[in-house]
């Protein structure tokens, strides 16, 4: 069965970077492209960007510019998020989602989320 | 950005009743519009894509409905697992947006 299995709840300064990861198992992971997005308490989510595992190709949310970079590491069908520069508004779940693609979008699988917590 | 704006923002309602959560989006979206489920403290769960497709496994009391701007989803016959907060979302561009989310507790 699809899982995505996600790193354990960081707690971090303002200023620093956090990396979450997201591993993957009961599919090909580069068949799939696979997005992150994140939800403030009581907020919806937000779609912050996608990736391709197949080659890697990235689409960042505009916001996120500069501060965002995701990747995948094939051989153990991992994919992970670094933020940078976090601000007490990055304070958040974060989840990995797959991303299904065809004629229609939608995410069919998430992974079971990440608490960053930003505070000083 | 493509707003999407649901509502109401929360509802009550008994067990048995039927329910409907409307969405609109800022522009038109043809058919790309997904809802999913969300029960506290668990990941988003997609119940249906392109408006009224119902995802594989999803209880066949969801329906959905709408095209262009504005779009429902209907609980035909409500279950106790169905109290959840109630999310559509548009996958017509990027960023893909979500609603705000509709509560749906007991009466």
């Known amino acids: 069965q699809v899982q995505l299995v996600q790193s354990g709840a960081e707690v971090k300064k303002p200023g620093a970077s956090v990396k979450v990861s997201c591993k993957a198992s009961?599919?090909?992971?580069?068949?799939?492209?696979l997005s992150w997005l994140r939800q403030a308490p009581g907020q919806g989510p937000e779609w912050m960007g996608w990736?391709?595992?197949?080659?890697?190709?990235?689409y960042y949310a505009q916001k996120l510019q500069g501060r965002v970079t995701m990747t995948t590491d094939t051989s153990t069908s991992t994919a992970y998020m670094e933020l940078r520069s976090l601000r007490s508004d990055d304070t958040a779940v974060y989840y990995c989602?797959?991303?299904?693609?065809?004629?229609?979008?939608?995410?069919?699988?998430w992974g079971q989320g990440t608490l960053v917590t930003v505070s000083s | 950005d493509i707003q999407m704006t649901q509502s109401p923002s929360s509802l009550s309602a008994s067990v048995g009743d039927r329910v409907t959560i409307t969405c609109r989006a800022s522009q038109s979206i043809s058919n790309h519009l997904n809802w999913y489920q969300q029960k506290p403290g668990k990941a988003p769960k997609v119940l249906m894509y392109a408006a009224s497709s119902l995802q594989s496994g999803a209880p066949s009391r969801f329906s959905g409905s709408g095209s262009g701007t504005d779009f429902t989803l209907t609980i035909s016959s409500l279950q106790p697992e169905d109290f959840a907060t109630y999310y559509c979302?548009?996958?017509?561009?990027?960023?893909?947006?979500f609603g705000q989310g509709t509560k749906v507790e007991i009466k």
């Open positions: 990736i391709s595992p197949y080659n890697g190709n990235t």
């Open positions: 009961g599919y090909t992971f580069t068949s799939y492209g």
């Open positions: 979302q548009q996958s017509y561009n990027t960023p893909r947006t």
């Open positions: 989602a797959r991303d299904l693609s065809g004629s229609f979008h939608y995410f069919d699988y």
